[in-house]
Nanobody, 123 residues
Framework: QVQLVESGGGLVQAGGSLRLSCAAS????????MGWYRQAPGKQRELVAG???????NYADSVKGRFTISRDNAKRTVYLQMNSLKPEDTAVYYCNADIITIVAGNLRSFGSWGQGTQVTVSS
């Protein structure tokens, strides 16, 4: 069973910084894509940033230049460094990972989600 555990959320003033972490645990072969999503009250969940196993990254336009995603494959962990935070960044942030397992000698993939961590930016 795979588990994603997020940490690092909290309350910060506008202009401040936070660093989110998401560690994957359990028995699996590898992880492909890892990403951070967020969902604000009354809004749909949106992709904030993603990173492939090879290190290619993509960002939502609203966070480009402020947020940086990175990963440590050995630690099975993905990070999101958030700088110059704005009140509109307030949301629950979720970690997502594309998990690769071996089933009957074949590679299989499935998506896994963390439980979410609250980020609140005060003005």
């Amino acid at each position: 069973q795979v588990q994603l555990v997020e940490s690092g959320g909290g309350l910060v003033q506008a202009g401040g910084s936070l660093r989110l972490s998401c560690a994957a645990s359990g028995s699996f072969f590898s992880i492909n894509f890892m990403g951070w999503y967020r969902q604000a009250p009354g809004k749909q969940r949106e992709l904030v940033a993603g990173i492939t196993s090879g290190g290619s990254t993509n960002y939502a336009d609203s966070v480009k230049g402020r947020f940086t995603i990175s990963r440590d494959n050995a630690k099975r962990t993905v990070y999101l460094q958030m700088n110059s935070l704005k009140p509109e960044d307030t949301a629950v942030y979720y970690c997502n990972a594309d998990i690769i397992t071996i089933v009957a000698g074949n590679l299989r993939s499935f998506g896994s989600w963390g439980q979410g961590t609250q980020v609140t930016v005060s003005s």
